[in-house]
């Protein structure tokens, strides 16, 4: 009776339902293509990658067969062995599995109950009643409630993206490390060459009468800084080594091999900044991950919206103590009365303050990005004017001291001192300079990774 006049109440009423029904399955459709395209993105994110995130970047090479490390290599083996990799994965994983479960009907009910008294009884029946029941909410609630579960779904995803990237900064900024700490060792034993032949050259003085015996001393006290200073590298080339290695979630005095000779980074200066933001602000994870954020914000606020409508009930239910067949079987309808308004408006209100707070953090992570990006490009620009400086300038310079002051003291044009105040010159601008070289290639890591790419720059590479 009641099912006749829902239906038949107003033609217009089984029309807006309808229509409601096609609307819900269209949007259950968009969420089932949404989903299938995060797992099938889920699912592509264990195979190995390159980390490249372009085409042409050839195979990369093995860090147990590779001769020679290069950044390539070494982001790559990052990327693929690193515990935080995988953990993001696995939470992107329980994310896109929670829809499921949000946008599922509770299980059906089925009750039991029996007339213990009949049991035995030779005046009555065997008593029994069994009861199916089905809870059914209000149209829309189920995919409100998947939507929410979708968007945490798509924000673990670029948390995920995220993860890749700070990890592959963290690699490329190590490996410029270690290529610095490696070539200062070897600059170092070229200077405690070069200091021990001062010494010889000034003892030979000394022998001739042209020194007196402090300079010879003065060369074995320097030289005693040079040594001093190969400890402390070598102490910093271990510890570089153990960080890179706890990346490669190895044991961290696990051998590594070499780095490149020279980092040969093309001084190329970044593009105008308006261009570098517009691309950053479309590639960065972080973005993308508040976007996604604020989207299930407003489908939760939604949601909260359609608590003030009622929810359903259905049940069957077959009672055997009914002497009439006709009543022992029965069908049943149950709704909720949503009365508590004031708790349902406080869950609108909570949902629409959420929604404001996600949409000004979004406005605040837009800000960080542009930000990062200028202040990336600034640091690049800075740092390959340093490069060019010690390399047309400084290096030249100080090379050229050296060579005058070398000869000079020979031919007692020069004092001592400023042979040795040359050496210490020409020691600490070729530091500077392989130091600046690194820095160079830290800022170009940081100025891709600001654009939302992996920071996997090989030597020779082109500049963002």
Known sequence: MFRRYWWASDPRDGLGIALLTIGLSACAGAQNQRHDRLNSAWRASAKPQDGSGGAGSGKVRSLETAQVLDRVTFVHAVLKRNPSVEASRQAWRA??????????????????????????????????????????????????????????????????????????????????????????????????????????????????????QQEPLQAEVELAHVEHERIVMTSRRAIIVAQMNGLLHRAPQTRLPPPPTTLDLPLVFPGPSTALQKEALSNRPELKSQRARVRGRQAARDLADRESYPDFGVMASYNSMWAMPEHQWMLGFSVNVPLQLGRRRGAVEQADARIAQATAELLGVSDEIRVDVEKARQRLIEAGHVVRLYRNRLLPAARAQIEAARSGYVTGQTTFQALIDSERSLRNVELNYQQSLATLGARRAELVRALGRIPRLASGGSAP
Do not use: C
């Not at 009949?118 to 089905?134: A, E, H, R």
């Open 95 to 212: 994310a896109l599995a929670e829809r499921a479960q949000a946008s599922a009907l509770d299980d059906p009910m089925l009750e039991y109950s029996f007339a213990p008294l009949s049991i035995g009884s030779g005046n009555v029946p065997y008593g029994q009643v069994v009861t199916l029941s089905q809870q059914l909410p209000w149209p829309g609630k189920k995919a409100l409630a998947g939507e929410v579960a979708l968007a945490e779904a798509e924000t673990a995803a670029e948390d995920f993206a995220a993860t890749r990237l700070r990890l592959a900064l963290m690699a490329s900024l190590l490996f410029d490390q270690y290529y610095a700490v490696e070539r200062s060792l070897e600059l170092n034993q070229q200077h405690n060459a070069l200091v021990r032949d001062i010494k010889a050259a000034a003892l030979a003085q000394y022998e001739t009468g042209r020194a007196s």
